[in-house]
C-alpha cells in the first residue's frame, strides 16, 4: 500500500492557478498508476485526473480537461496536479491515491481505502 501527504494548496482568485504535490511513500510507488481525487463540501469524493505509471497515459475528468494536468516523478515518489484557470466549482479538498488499472487503461476507481489528509483548494470568484 501506498501511504501519501498531499500539499499545495491554498486561496486563489477565479483564473488563478495551483500547483498539488502528492508525495508517497513506499519502494512500490513507481508500479502504481496515482490519481488525484477532490471532494466538495456536501459532495461525495469525484476523480480529477490519473496518471499511468510510465506516466505516458493520462485521464482527466471533463470538468477539469485543458485546465488540468497530471504528471509524475518516480524518482521523488512524487504526483502533481497543475491547475490553470481555476474556476469556483473546483473548490474542495483535494486528495491522491493509487488508481485501479484494467487492460483497457486507467480507471476512475481509487485503489486503497485508506486517504492522506488532503489538501484544501479554494477558489474565490
Known amino acids: 500500500q501506498v501511504q501519501v501527504v498531499e500539499s499545495g494548496g491554498g486561496l486563489v482568485q477565479a483564473g488563478g492557478s495551483l500547483r498539488l504535490s502528492c508525495a508517497a511513500s513506499g519502494r512500490t510507488f513507481s508500479s502504481y498508476a496515482m490519481g488525484w481525487f477532490r471532494q466538495a463540501p456536501g459532495k461525495e469524493r469525484e476523480f480529477v485526473a490519473a496518471?499511468?505509471?510510465?506516466?505516458?497515459?493520462?485521464r482527466y475528468a471533463d470538468s477539469v480537461k485543458g485546465r488540468f494536468t497530471i504528471s509524475r516523478d518516480n524518482a521523488k515518489n512524487t504526483v502533481y496536479l497543475q491547475m490553470n484557470n481555476l474556476k469556483p466549482e473546483d473548490t474542495a479538498v483535494y486528495y491522491c491515491?493509487?488508481?485501479?488499472?484494467?487492460?483497457?487503461?486507467?480507471?476512475?476507481?481509487?485503489?486503497?481505502?485508506?486517504w492522506g489528509q488532503g489538501t484544501q483548494v479554494t477558489v474565490s470568484s
Open positions: 491515491n493509487a488508481v485501479e488499472t484494467t487492460g483497457w487503461g486507467l480507471t476512475t476507481s481509487y485503489r486503497f481505502n485508506s
Open positions: 496518471a499511468h505509471w510510465s506516466g505516458t497515459l493520462k
